[in-house]
């Protein structure tokens, strides 16, 4: 597994964050416009959206956040 650990200053931030394979191909979406408090974090399993475990290798992991008003930051 791994985990994505995220500080911000102040609550609220929307996240969607997704896993691509080394190919740029889309293995896993792990938030769709989730609202993220100030701190914690996301853990993957290591599998894809059908739940299946995803081979061994590098993987890219895409993160876009958007603060309260919709700022992408």
Do not use: C
Request: aromatic residues 10%.
């Amino acid at each position: 597994f791994t985990l994505l650990h995220f500080n911000f200053h102040g609550g609220g931030q929307l996240a969607n964050i997704t896993i691509y394979d080394a190919t740029g191909r889309s293995v896993k979406r792990l938030a769709n416009n989730a609202q993220l408090g100030t701190s914690g974090f996301i853990r993957w399993e290591g599998d894809d959206d059908d739940g299946k475990m995803v081979r061994t290798g590098n993987y890219i992991v895409l993160i876009e956040l958007s603060d309260p008003s919709g700022k992408m930051t």
